[in-house]
């Protein structure tokens, strides 16, 4: 009777199967449009040729891109851009457009960040773009910095409804900083089309403040990507390692989505002569580190022994993770974790520090796909290659960084744990904007240590790769989605405040089509969360030092090593005292200075040693 | 009845391109994960599966345990194994394996559409696959009626068009752009960049195109199918050529070598037509009927 009811099953799945897709392909009208209708590039008029700009204010330099639609043939690929200054527009710079993706980089050096300024983008006799260059917002308490990640466009799960929404919200919390951690563009052969898209849809937000935009996989045309520095892939699913597309594809990928970025700490190519744009922003003195997680990462087909029907998913939960981490495999590369080390010290004009990247340096959910798809363990995750993701975390705990990224399509909050269980960073995964594909965080065992009333899936866990994971909060999808748009499938996006006097990050998780500023409005459960800067490096069997009291307001403090010379860390205390925490039972030299730790303060100091005034004047 | 050797031939090579598909596509399923799951994983499936009784646990399992449908993903391997074999023992007087065999080929039809619907419906993954659905269609006609007989040369033709219209329609960018993986191994192989890589696709797919059409003239038929069978096992082994390296697990060969083995129809079915014009000209292998055994009761052979 059962193997009568699967047949039966079976033969209705072809044509049920069949027929959803093409229901689906063939939906159109009544205010819902197919990805591909919606990718059509409109034929614009010559004033309306600018489509939107994208900006950054770095270290006195104003990097703005403007994305153009296609220039006709002879007219001009001259784009200018000007300031208004004293009722005036005055030309600050001219470019040529670059023709492979229509894109215009402005680079105005000698920038005055003090004021905000009115820009205009132009473009021949007609077209005008106008915007606004913020000043830097260093004399405000609270930095808001609104995140996105997963834009699918497709009609299925709510990709196609309006983006109003959220555009709303930006403004009505006058979010700082725009950060788009990824997947803004699902379409792998037309990025320039979806591109121009995303820019419709959200340029109204962006060509008023700074917009940071990460391209991940989908971005440069591939379910996922291990980028092993330009290396051409070319199995299916991209598991080998490296690109998909063509090189040439991808570099117009980047210069849309990345060139207006401060510039490139290490310029040089990486294969196929795609570039690199792993940076730094400073911004309202938050010291924000731009990081390329899959740039260099190892691709795994191949390379760890095969534990599930893909070479990047691990099915079987007894296998042995130490037998995946193998020698040679590389999550961010030496180059990025010399930039973050120096990053990591460097306090110039800064109180916190943030790290961005794709996705977050743990397996962070359970299940994958539209139902109970268990996997162990999945690759395309920074919780592997372990011992890269290990080292990523030591360099930007050293910094006290808080980590905000996306990806995953599923909302979470965890800090990360290397040697114990919370010795590391915290990081916040933002929702999609919409989701096209579900996951869960579900492990089959309660946390230990959770908050007091907090759900069993919170709590101190191993990831699939074995690392520790304390889960904060998660927001989950329903099972079987009622509707099975946005919000039912844990659409959404984040803002976080981070609060340079008191050094608290806020971590604020929303579904769609809320209003953010209605007090009646709920976030996902689990959200808000509140830390300290100084959370993201306290692991709990530490110790304190004595507390210092400094002569200077908000003093840079650095630990080292007494034995090593290591460097455990670097941070700008809140006011005049700081209590440093420690390892018990070592011996460490404090060094302390007013932007640089230059002052050697202590040089044996330990857990429980005497309070101590420091003069810095 | 024994074959003539030139028939046994013909007959081997079918068994081959059946034999490679099969345990191709059963090695997938075995050792990595079959193209069904765009047709399982749908809403209106779990909506069916509890209307004729089957919990949603039953179906998607509880998590911590498979469900249906991850258990059959990979019991259809059996069958596929077993399709294997029977490419390998059929006879032309086994009705049974010969059954057996075009159910096999249903479960590539399924396959392909499980394909075409994952390649957001583009018709040329469904078309490129001909050879591989009509490979055991082949082989029992061939069994049934004769390698020669015009049945089975004109489902081999029909096959041959399939794989090639459908590797040249993708080749062309029809109906999106050339696959990045096509370009890319050609990159690798041929050491050239993306431009150029293009261009060489190009001409590929025009003479993809060209050979269907070359198919049905009759001077240039054999030229046709010498082409195709070359082109057709060179890019099965691109795969492989452009992924494999020393310095992989197993050299990467669990990664690539079944893309070769399943794709054995796309170079044994021109094969099978090379072969069986060989001697286009000579009239008493052509032309006169040879009756091939005895379950050829048609004298009609091809004239084709």
Not at chain 1, 410 to 424: K, M
Not at chain 2, 73 to 80: M, T, V
Request: aromatic residues 10%.
């Amino acid at each position: 009777m059962k193997l009568i009811r699967l047949v039966t099953l079976c033969c209705s799945a072809l044509l049920i199967a069949g027929g959803a897709v093409a229901q689906e392909k063939g939906k159109k009208g009544k205010g819902q449009k197919k990805g591909p209708a919606a990718l059509a590039i409109p034929n614009v008029e010559k004033k309306d040729i600018i489509c939107f700009a994208l900006y950054t204010v770095n270290d006195e330099v104003l990097k703005l891109t403007a994305q153009l639609y296609p220039v006709p043939e002879g007219d001009t690929k001259t784009v200018r851009l000007e300031i208004e200054k004293d009722g005036k527009w005055v030309e600050v710079a001219k470019t040529e457009v670059i023709e492979k993706g229509w894109t215009a980089p402005f680079r105005v050096e000698n920038w005055d960040d003090t004021q905000t300024q009115k820009y205009r983008v132009l473009h021949g006799e007609e077209a005008s773009y106008e915007g606004t260059i913020r000043r830097n917002p260093i004399d405000k308490d609270e930095i808001v910095v609104a995140g996105f990640t997963g834009n699918s466009i497709n009609a299925k799960h709510g990709g196609d409804l309006s983006r109003q929404d959220l555009i709303d919200n930006v403004n009505k919390v006058d979010a700082d900083v725009l950060f788009f951690s990824g997947d803004q563009v699902y379409d792998h052969h037309r990025h320039y089309a979806a591109w121009l898209k995303f820019g419709r849809d959200f340029g109204e937000i962006i060509k008023d403040r700074p917009t940071l935009c990460l391209p991940d996989d989908h971005d440069a045309g591939q379910p996922n990507l291990w980028g092993e520095s330009g290396k051409i892939s070319t199995l299916s699913g991209a598991a080998d390692g490296g690109y998909s597309q063509p090189g040439e594809y991808v570099q117009e990928v980047e210069r849309a989505q990345t060139s207006h970025m401060p510039d490139p700490v290490d310029p040089h190519t990486i294969g196929q002569g795609i570039g690199v744009w792993f940076t730094n922003l400073n911004w309202g003195n938050i010291d924000f580190a731009i990081l390329e997680d899959r740039k260099f990462k190892t691709g795994p087909a191949g390379r760890v022994p095969k534990q599930g029907p893909r070479p990047d998913h691990i099915l079987n939960p007894d296998y042995d993770p130490a037998s995946v981490d193998v020698e040679g495999a590389i999550l961010l590369g030496d180059r990025q974790l010399k930039f973050i080390d120096e990053w990591a010290q460097d306090w110039t004009d800064a109180d916190m520090k943030v790290a961005l990247s794709a996705t977050i340096f743990c397996g962070g959910a359970h299940i994958h796909g539209a139902a109970n798809g268990r996997l162990h363990a999945d690759m395309d995750s920074n919780g592997w290659p372990q011992t890269g993701r290990n080292n990523a975390l030591r360099g930007l705990r050293k910094g006290f960084a808080f980590h905000y990224a996306g990806d995953q399509h599923l909302a979470t909050i965890f800090q990360q744990g290397i040697d114990e269980y919370g010795d590391a960073i915290y990081s916040f995964c933002v929702p999609s904007i919409a989701n096209l594909y579900l996951r869960w965080w579900e492990p089959l065992e309660a946390g230990p240590n959770r908050e007091p009333g907090a759900p069993e899936y919170t709590g101190d866990h191993l990831d699939g790769f074995a690392n520790k994971v304390t889960n904060f909060a998660a927001a989950n999808p329903e099972k079987n989605p009622a509707g099975n748009i946005l919000n039912t499938r844990a659409a959404g996006f984040g803002i976080v405040r981070f609060n340079t006097k008191t050094r608290d990050i806020e971590m604020e998780c929303w579904p769609r089509n809320v209003d953010v500023t209605d007090p009646e409005a709920k976030q996902y459960p689990g959200w808000p969360m509140t830390i300290s800067q100084f959370d993201n490096y306290n692991p709990r069997s530490w110790g304190k030092l004595g507390e210092l009291t400094f002569d200077v307001e908000d003093p840079v403090v650095q630990l080292i090593d007494a034995d090593t010379d290591e460097i455990l860390y670097t941070v700008r205390a809140s006011g005049k005292s700081f209590t440093p925490g420690a390892p018990k039972g070592k011996t460490f030299i404090v060094k302390a200075g007013k932007d640089a730790p230059e002052t050697t303060v202590s040089e044996a100091a330990k857990v429980g040693s005497e309070p101590q005034t420091v003069t810095l004047k | 009845m024994t074959l003539p050797k030139p028939d046994q031939l013909l007959l081997l090579i079918l068994r081959l391109g059946g034999f490679g598909c099969f345990a191709g596509w059963a090695w997938v399923l075995f050792y990595w994960e079959g193209p069904y799951g765009v047709l399982l994983w749908q809403d209106s499936i779990y909506a069916l599966a509890e209307k004729i009784g089957i919990s949603w646990d039953e179906f998607v399992g509880s998590g911590a345990q498979d469900g249906l449908v991850q258990k059959w993903h990979s019991r259809i391997g059996w069958l596929y194994l077993i399709c294997a074999i029977l490419t390998l023992t059929v006879r032309n007087n086994s009705r049974i394996q010969m059954a057996g065999l075009i159910g096999g080929s249903g479960l590539l039809v399924l396959l392909s559409y499980a394909k075409y619907l994952s390649a957001n419906q583009q018709l040329p993954m469904f078309v490129e696959h001909g050879g591989q659905m009509l490979i055991p269609v082949i082989l029992v006609l061939a069994l049934r009626f004769g390698v020669r007989h015009r049945a089975t040369v004109v489902t081999a033709m029909v096959a041959f068009v399939m794989i090639f219209a459908g590797h040249g329609a993708y080749a062309l960018g029809y109906p999106s752009p050339t696959p990045a993986n096509f370009l890319g191994m050609t990159s690798i192989i041929l050491r050239v960049d993306a431009e150029m890589a293009r261009f060489i696709l190009r001409v590929a797919g025009i003479m993809d195109m060209l050979v269907c059409v070359g198919l049905f003239f009759r001077p240039l038929r054999r030229g046709a199918a010498l082409y195709a069978a070359v082109w057709g096992f060179l890019t099965a082994v691109a795969r492989p050529v452009a992924g494999m390296s020393l310095g992989l697990n197993y050299w990467g060969a669990d990664q690539y070598l079944h893309e070769v083995v399943l794709r054995a129809p796309h170079f044994m079915i021109p094969l099978y037509l090379l072969f069986l014009w060989r001697k286009a000209d000579e009239p008493d292998s052509l032309t006169a009927p040879v009756p091939i055994s005895s379950g050829n009761t048609d004298p009609q052979t091809c004239r084709l």
